[in-house]
């Protein structure tokens, strides 16, 4: 089992910034790709950034410019820096980990999610 931990959430003004982090912990696994998705109120899940394990990413049109995302592999982590905030980008932000865990023989590939925190952008 993979457990992601969110943080970095909150409330900001529209213009100014924040930074989200995601570390993934457990025993016996590895990750691939991780990305940051939200959801809000009456829209569906999309993705907003993701990043694989050689740092090539992508970004959905509307962040792009403004998100970056990085992460660790040396400690299984995931940061989003998001700058020039909107008003439209208020909703919770969920990190997602395709990992694998290893259990003897079995090699069990999953995608895992977190908790998800809450990003509001208003004056």
């Known amino acids: 089992q993979v457990q992601l931990v969110e943080s970095g959430g909150g409330l900001v003004q529209p213009g100014g910034s924040l930074r989200l982090s995601c570390a993934a912990s457990g025993s016996d696994f590895s990750v691939n790709a991780m990305g940051w998705f939200r959801q809000a109120p009456g829209k569906q899940r999309e993705l907003v950034a993701s990043?694989?394990?050689?740092?090539?990413?992508d970004y959905a049109g509307s962040v792009e410019g403004r998100f970056t995302i990085s992460r660790d592999n040396s400690k299984n982590t995931v940061n989003l820096q998001m700058n020039s905030l909107k008003p439209e980008d208020t909703a919770v932000y969920y990190c997602k980990a395709d990992a694998v865990a290893y259990r003897g023989t079995l090699h069990i590939r999953n995608d895992y999610w977190g908790q998800g925190t809450q990003v509001t952008v208003s004056s």
């Open positions: 990043i694989n394990s050689g740092g090539g990413t």
